[in-house]
């Protein structure tokens, strides 16, 4: 399910806690169900790569959703100084963070 209600979201940014890759920052927070968002700031570029992170995003997180379990409610913030992203590497991290997430969520 996505994360689209801008009370949702403020709220998640201002009570979440937050973990940090190479890519993205993940801000986090136990919940009762699964929802995510994905943002992707102007400056990263036109629309279409921007539309393009977003995809790579929700396909990572959809393949290692597993991991999480149902009951956490978590935003995505890709960092501008990203260039190019590939599903592995995305992979790779998303992966390695939601380890982290599922072992703190307990």
């Given amino acids: 399910m996505s994360l689209k209600s ?8 201002k ?17 009762e169900k699964f929802s995510y968002g994905v943002f992707v700031p102007k400056n990263y570029g036109p629309a279409v790569k921007r539309n ?3 995809r790579l995003f929700r396909e990572a997180i959809r393949v290692n959703r597993h991991i999480l379990g149902d009951n956490v409610r978590m935003a995505v913030l890709l960092k501008v ?7 592995n590497s995305l992979n790779g ?7 982290v997430i599922e072992s703190r969520a307990k």
């Fill in 52 to 54: 393009r992170a977003k």
């Fill in 15 to 31: 009570s979440g806690r937050r973990l940090s890759g190479d890519y993205f920052t993940l801000v986090w927070e136990k919940n």
């Fill in 81 to 87: 100084s990203t260039q190019d992203l590939d599903l």
């Fill in 93 to 99: 991290e998303i992966e390695q963070l939601f380890r």
């Fill in 6 to 13: 801008r009370l949702e979201i403020d709220r998640l940014f």
